[in-house]
């Protein structure tokens, strides 16, 4: 009976994996000395985010494009776990996705919006050509940088996130950093409130 | 964690499991939340359909089935169908961490409950996508609402749990609940009872329900961002709104309630049980309490949770300083 059951998961598998073995072969000869499956999740993240970049710009309607951004956040996030890093991930998508894009969406629905603004019009030739060299000059420095020497990939097995090392670095190796940008917030908040503000006026002197 | 087949397979079936789990939750709850109703308002509840209409809330689920989806004139198409999707996706992905009981996770995660965090924000946009696509203004004012409240009550909500994590020392759910004991006395919310009624009023705040649900107050916004809903997008987003109610409760049991611990025989049933005293409280909550304005909504939020959140958390580290 357990032979028989051994036998049927086997074929199982073996149907699985099949397709994935051929795909596998076939990146191999391509890409020799690389592990297949971080590959995949690399290319599927970087198409994510690509997609993300491309409705945000290309969207005329600004809260596509802003689900542009959300949708590249997302895939930055992907990044980081493929970097065995789950807690900066985690920490991307609560903090970008779930509190900038929502305050982002809360501006956008603070000002006026009748899709008369500046995205709803095609570019005109000057940005088109500022936009084309700013896409083409990191490619080209960049690009020959990375196929030259193309990283290792691989899926880590990352174990134990070391919360309390990273915390340890913070109020200790990166001290000065870490109250410097928590300086620069405060004075933005500070600013941002300072510029809100407005004194209420007392009953006498309300406008009539 | 192991990249192997067998773990995937686990976590399809875990999967499953958990949408099983999600679907039979709300046709419960639907009941349960009506029967409560009509007993806290004096009046009978669903009594029809079937023995004392217990099976009302699956007629519905058939009625929501079969309407027609209707579309309104001029929404933006996309982010319209998107948004009760959107609501629904991050769902499956919230319930991974979740210990069920000491071996029953469908994915052990070392920062678990940041991974539910950080999940849990994705439920707001598609709330604000929502109001935003149905072009119409009682579903923007929802999305409006929608916003400030989820941003204001996620940062008391962060910092109750965060004392719990000092305690710990630990962001994974599985040793949360192993540090506490098997008694309620021993329990975290014998331990940090102000961080545990500051989560439960900021899980009624993020979860949109009665007396903080502002987004979708019938009585001023007719049903807030989803008022242009109708048929299964409307199915959806009530669905998602259980399974989030579902979710915190879950994570209020395994965080303050001692999780699959209990008195005699430790086991995920003890999960289930506190999970659902937790749900019944917010279903009470919402038939006894009225709405509350936005302002004071806002007003109870700043002025209050938040500066007795941090005060929590600053005693709490100085007191885990001192007995080192």
Known sequence: ?208 | MELSLLSFVQIIIACLLIIGLMVGNAVIMVYIERKAAGFIQRRPGPYEVGPRGTIQAICDAMKLLGKQLFIPGNVDWALYFLAPVLAFLPVLVLFLPIPFGKYLTTLQVDDGILLILAFAGLGVISNILAGWASNNKYGLLGAARAVAQSVAYEIPMIMALLAVVFLTGSLNLTAIVERQGTWPWEWNIAYQPLACFIYFVSLVGETNRAPFDLPEAESELTAGFHTEYSGMGFALFFLSEYANMLLVSFVCATFFLGGYRGPILDGFWWTFIKAYAVMCVIVWLRWTFPRVRFDQLLNINWKWLLPLSILNLWVTAIIIKFID
């Not at chain 1, 890409?31 to 995949?40: C, H, M, R, S, V």
């Not at chain 1, 969406?105 to 008369?116: D, K």
């Not at chain 1, 190796?173 to 300086?183: A, G, K, P, R, T």
């Open chain 1, 1 to 208: 009976m357990d032979q028989v059951i051994d036998k049927i998961i086997d074929t199982l598998l073996a149907y699985i994996w099949s397709p994935l073995i051929a795909l596998e072969t076939m990146i191999a000869d391509y890409l020799p000395g690389q592990d297949i499956a971080a590959l995949i999740a690399y290319a599927v993240y970087v198409l994510i985010i690509l997609a993300g970049g491309f409705l945000a710009i290309a969207s005329r309607n600004l809260v596509r494009a802003m689900l542009g951004l959300v949708l590249t956040f997302l895939g930055v996030a992907g990044l980081y776990l493929l970097l065995a890093c789950p807690f900066l991930a985690f920490m991307q998508i609560l903090i970008y996705v779930g509190a900038v894009c929502v305050l982002i969406f809360f501006a956008i629905m603070l000002t006026r919006n009748t899709n008369e603004g500046e995205e709803s019009k095609l570019p005109g030739i000057g940005s088109a050509i500022y936009g084309f060299f700013a896409f083409v000059l990191p490619l080209g420095i960049l690009g020959p940088l990375i196929i030259i020497n193309v990283p290792k990939l691989e899926l880590k097995d990352y174990g134990q996130t070391d919360t309390k090392l990273l915390g340890e670095g913070l109020i200790t190796n990166d001290v000065f950093s870490f109250e410097l940008i928590s300086i620069i917030l405060l004075v933005a908040m500070a600013g941002a409130v300072f510029l809100a503000w407005r004194r209420r006026p007392t009953p006498d002197e309300a406008p009539k």
